[in-house]
């Protein structure tokens, strides 16, 4: 009789593709899935009997803030407890390699840990430190924009000479040579906004012959939204590059309602070039605490503050009568901090969710001592919240956007399937009884429903928690087939 390393019996099986789920036996073995079909017989040193539940590939979260914690908190139990087995990293143009700092971190890099934390002045070294941490995820990675803008620049406030976009696309292309999945950018920064388009088009110009993607944090969520996506646009057709729009999203007040506009640009662009967009399922986002986006009309709580640590999860106005300052001043006197934005319409949020250009992507910030809750829950969220009681979603679609649709859109080779020969990186679950529990009062709790995880056919997780074993793997760039 053939021989598997485990035998999981009479699953649903949701297999990435969006169809409609079947009721199968997987077996797994080496790492890889064996074989999948009806009753099959094969001697497994683990059997799981799994009537009742779904295995779906594991879910791929798209963009996180990842980039130290792979490495420094290897367990990565927010991720595992979600079902998510590969994280992209190096998002909004922060990356955490490669990075020669030459004092405290820039906002927003503060994001991704202090000074110790950028250790790593190469990509190659990174992946060197990421192998040797053997996360228990997966981890692709982009380049930040920011990033190498910070390694060739003396100043971040104006625009770069040819002198140093040639510099950071030599840089770029090293990257690229060592398996990153492109080029990312934050131009809503201050660190990035003097980047202008010539800039971006000149710099994105290694893309090309890598096949790689450009994946942005738009100069704009706001009034000038439009503008700024066709800003993206056009630096993914001077490049011959897919474009990804990072968590789309309609901010503030004024621009709620407007999703309908901003998804029709979204599909004019897509009848003439590979574009597509990431989101999370919350009608709040979470970064460094910005002065233009204080508006005393939107909640703001503080997730963190360096000079005033006691602000974390509080009130911005709160605090603001407490120290009997406008939300501006006090603002001010908190800052370098991380604050949540209760700046976007549910409406707009689960338009978006709901296109098929959409990706799943947690944003989640694993730095911040009070964190968005959606670092613990985004994808729960999903299936429990917006498939099982909104309808908003069915879970084929849902699961389909966590697995298949990303790993043809960054390149990952045999992930993102249920099938023959691909890595077994599974998520059996109860569609029944997966929800997320993280909220913003007690954002770091773990979510239920997530029965098993297997990363590269090892067990990472069970209802009970991690197991404590560590497959994952650096992932790098392989041809990239878009779908959608």
């Given at each position: 009789?053939?021989?598997?390393?485990?035998?999981?019996?009479?699953?649903?099986?949701?297999?990435g593709?969006?169809?409609p789920p079947?009721?199968?036996?997987?077996?797994?073995?080496?790492g890889?899935?064996?074989?999948?079909?009806?009753?099959?017989?094969f001697?497994?040193?683990?059997?799981?009997?799994?009537?009742?539940?779904?295995?779906?590939?594991?879910?791929i979260?798209v963009?996180?803030?990842?980039?130290?914690?792979?490495?420094?908190?290897?367990?990565?139990?927010?991720?595992?407890?979600?079902g998510?087995?590969?994280?992209?990293?190096?998002?909004?143009?922060?990356?955490?390699?490669?990075?020669r700092?030459?004092?405290?971190p820039p906002?927003p890099?503060?994001?991704?840990?202090?000074?110790?934390?950028?250790?790593y002045?190469?990509?190659?070294?990174y992946?060197?430190?990421?192998?040797?941490?053997r996360p228990?995820?997966?981890v692709?990675?982009?380049?930040?924009?920011t990033?190498?803008r910070?390694n060739?620049?003396?100043?971040?406030?104006?625009?770069?000479?040819d002198?140093?976009?040639?510099?950071?696309?030599?840089?770029?292309?090293d990257?690229?040579?060592?398996?990153?999945?492109?080029?990312s950018?934050?131009l809503?920064?201050l660190s990035?906004?003097?980047?202008?388009?010539?800039?971006?088009h000149?710099?994105?110009?290694?893309?090309t012959?890598?096949?790689?993607?450009?994946?942005?944090?738009?100069?704009?969520?706001?009034?000038?939204?439009?503008?700024?996506?066709?800003?993206?646009?056009?630096?993914?057709?001077?490049?011959?590059?897919?474009?990804?729009?990072s968590?789309?999203?309609?901010a503030?007040?004024?621009?709620?309602?407007?999703s309908?506009?901003?998804?029709?640009?979204?599909?004019?662009?897509?009848?003439?070039?590979?574009?597509?967009?990431?989101?999370?399922?919350?009608?709040?986002s979470?970064?460094?605490?910005?002065?233009?986006q204080?508006?005393?009309?939107?909640?703001?709580s503080?997730?963190?503050?360096?000079?005033?640590?006691?602000?974390?999860?509080?009130?911005?106005?709160?605090?603001?009568?407490?120290?009997e300052?406008?939300?501006?001043?006090?603002?001010?006197?908190?800052?370098?901090?991380?604050a949540?934005?209760?700046?976007?319409?549910?409406?707009?949020?689960?338009?978006?969710?709901?296109?098929?250009?959409?990706?799943i992507g947690?944003?989640?910030?694993?730095?911040?001592?009070r964190?968005h809750p959606?670092?613990?829950?985004?994808?729960?969220r999903v299936l429990?919240?917006?498939c099982?009681?909104?309808?908003?979603?069915?879970?084929?679609?849902?699961?389909?956007?966590?697995?298949h649709l990303?790993?043809?859109?960054f390149?990952?080779?045999?992930?993102?399937?249920v099938r023959?020969?691909?890595?077994?990186d599974?998520?059996?679950?109860?569609a029944e009884?997966i929800?997320?529990k993280?909220t913003y009062?007690?954002?770091?709790?773990?979510?239920?429903?997530i029965?098993?995880?297997?990363?590269?056919g090892?067990?990472?997780?069970?209802?009970?928690?991690?197991?404590?074993a560590?497959?994952g793997?650096?992932?790098?760039?392989?041809?990239?087939s878009?779908t959608d």
């Amino acid at each position: 009789m053939l021989t598997c390393d485990t035998l999981i019996r009479h699953a649903r099986v949701a297999d990435g593709t969006g169809g409609p789920p079947e009721v199968l036996d997987v077996a797994l073995r080496g790492g890889h899935i064996e074989a999948v079909g009806t009753s099959l017989r094969f001697e497994a040193a683990r059997l799981i009997e799994a009537e009742g539940l779904e295995l779906s590939p594991g879910f791929i979260d798209v963009h996180t803030h990842d980039d130290t914690s792979v490495i420094d908190s290897p367990l990565m139990l927010p991720k595992l407890s979600q079902g998510v087995t590969t994280v992209i990293v190096g998002n909004c143009g922060i990356s955490v390699s490669p990075v020669r700092l030459k004092g405290a971190p820039p906002d927003p890099m503060n994001l991704l840990g202090s000074a110790e934390a950028f250790r790593y002045p190469s990509f190659g070294a990174y992946v060197e430190a990421l192998e040797a941490a053997r996360p228990s995820v997966n981890v692709g990675a982009l380049t930040g924009h920011t990033s190498l803008r910070y390694n060739h620049m003396d100043r971040l406030d104006r625009g770069a000479t040819d002198g140093e976009i040639e510099a950071m696309r030599t840089e770029l292309r090293d990257a690229l040579s060592c398996g990153a999945l492109g080029l990312s950018s934050g131009l809503a920064y201050l660190s990035a906004h003097s980047g202008t388009a010539e800039e971006l088009h000149a710099l994105a110009e290694p893309l090309t012959a890598a096949g790689a993607i450009y994946a942005t944090h738009m100069r704009t969520e706001g009034d000038a939204i439009l503008d700024a996506m066709q800003e993206a646009f056009s630096v993914g057709r001077a490049a011959d590059s897919p474009v990804i729009i990072s968590h789309l999203k309609c901010a503030g007040i004024a621009n709620w309602g407007r999703s309908n506009e901003v998804l029709e640009a979204l599909e004019l662009a897509r009848r003439t070039q590979p574009v597509g967009c990431d989101c999370y399922p919350y009608a709040a986002s979470s970064t460094t605490l910005d002065l233009r986006q204080v508006d005393e009309r939107v909640e703001i709580s503080i997730t963190w503050s360096a000079p005033h640590p006691e602000a974390a999860g509080q009130s911005l106005a709160v605090i603001a009568r407490g120290w009997e300052l406008s939300q501006l001043e006090a603002a001010r006197r908190l800052q370098p901090a991380g604050a949540i934005y209760h700046s976007m319409a549910e409406e707009d949020m689960r338009r978006i969710l709901a296109h098929p250009a959409t990706m799943i992507g947690s944003d989640g910030l694993p730095h911040d001592p009070r964190p968005h809750p959606r670092l613990w829950g985004t994808f729960p969220r999903v299936l429990g919240r917006y498939c099982r009681e909104q309808k908003v979603l069915s879970l084929a679609e849902a699961i389909h956007k966590m697995t298949h649709l990303p790993a043809t859109r960054f390149g990952l080779a045999k992930r993102g399937l249920v099938r023959e020969g691909y890595y077994a990186d599974l998520v059996l679950l109860d569609a029944e009884r997966i929800a997320d529990k993280a909220t913003y009062e007690d954002p770091t709790r773990a979510s239920e429903g997530i029965e098993r995880v297997w990363v590269n056919g090892v067990l990472a997780y069970t209802s009970k928690g991690a197991t404590g074993a560590r497959a994952g793997q650096f992932v790098g760039r392989s041809k990239r087939s878009w779908t959608d």
